[in-house]
Structure formats: structure tokens, C-alpha cells
């Protein structure tokens, strides 16, 4: 069953990376609209990684590791 919920987490995070990295493209955003438009996906996926690890009951280092690791996974970066 924590394993189902892992790899779930994991598909949701890959589709929110590419789907921000393939929005920015598909609107050929650059320069500052690119910027911005990468921040607010950043603090999207912010909400959603915290969200997630409340969820998990992680608290501490592991909260933050998984937070960073999730953002950055769902940043595409």
C-alpha cells in the first residue's frame, strides 16, 4: 500500500514537471513571463509537496527533504 502511494506521488510529480516545462514551451515563453511563470509553478508544487508530506506525517528533516526533492522533481530541475 506505501509503496502504491510512492509510486503515485512519484507519476503526479512527473506529470506536473513536464507539464510546466511543456506549458512554458508550448506558450514559447522566455526571459521574465518565463521567470514568472516558472515561480508560480514552483510555488504551486510547493503547496502540493507540503500538502503531501502532512499527508505522509513526515516532520522535520525528512519533511524538508521531501519537500525540496518533490518541488524539484515537479520544477523539472
Known amino acids: 500500500m ?6 503515485l506521488c512519484c507519476t503526479v510529480s512527473l506529470a506536473q514537471a513536464q ?3 511543456v506549458q512554458a514551451t508550448d506558450k514559447k ?14 510555488k504551486d508544487a510547493g503547496a502540493t ?9 513526515l516532520a522535520g528533516a ?3 527533504s521531501f519537500t525540496n526533492k518533490c518541488v524539484r522533481d515537479a520544477v523539472g530541475g
Open 49 to 57: 509537496c507540503d500538502k503531501q508530506a502532512a499527508d505522509k506525517k
Open 2 to 7: 506505501v509503496l502504491t502511494a510512492f509510486a
Open 29 to 42: 515563453l522566455a526571459g521574465a513571463a518565463k521567470t514568472s511563470f516558472l515561480t508560480k509553478c514552483e
Open 19 to 21: 507539464s510546466c516545462t
Open 62 to 64: 525528512a519533511k524538508t
